[in-house]
């Protein structure tokens, strides 16, 4: 694994604190685009950022936070090379990487507490990519 990248926005910015307790706790490094505090911003501002940075290989995989986990997962889906999963338990973090190759993880701030946040990302990093047929599905999701 690479540098974990990670942003959030206001709202997931008390839970990104916790994902980055836990990444120290698991040995990953990690790289932090922000923000930086609970002051109100637009969680584009970040997700941008840590969307480059997957596409480029400097950071794999991301972890992404807002109030819903909507809107910083329909900024970083707008990336051709991204597939952010919006996951809530942890059924669905295994199967965003399961099946679609998940990139990022996106995580609802305002939804999840840190035990459910752990048990998410132990998911997510635990659970291969299946290929097969779901391959020739992900090769169909850029916009070409």
């Known amino acids: 694994m690479k540098t ?3 942003a959030s926005d206001h709202a997931g ?13 698991k040995g990953y490094a990690y790289k932090d685009f922000g923000t930086n505090s609970e002051a109100s911003c637009d969680y584009a501002d970040y997700a941008h ?20 986990g909507e809107g910083i997962s329909m900024t970083l889906n707008k990336h051709q090379g991204i597939r952010a999963g919006l996951s809530w338990i942890p059924e ?3 199967l965003c990487r399961q099946h679609n190759d998940a990139n990022v993880l996106v995580m609802p701030g305002r939804f ?3 035990d459910m946040a752990r048990k998410i990302m132990d998911e997510f990093f635990s659970t291969d990519f299946e290929g097969g ?12």
Do not use: N, W
């Open 133 to 144: 047929r779901h391959q020739r599905r992900i090769d169909k999701m850029p916009v070409k």
């Open 4 to 6: 974990v990248g990670l």
């Open 49 to 68: 950022p840590l969307a480059q940075a997957v596409e480029d290989g400097e950071c794999y995989p991301g972890i992404a936070i807002c109030g819903s």
């Open 13 to 25: 910015y008390a839970l990104k604190q916790f994902v980055k307790e836990y990444l120290a706790e």
């Open 92 to 94: 669905i973090a295994h």
């Open 112 to 114: 999840i507490d840190t």
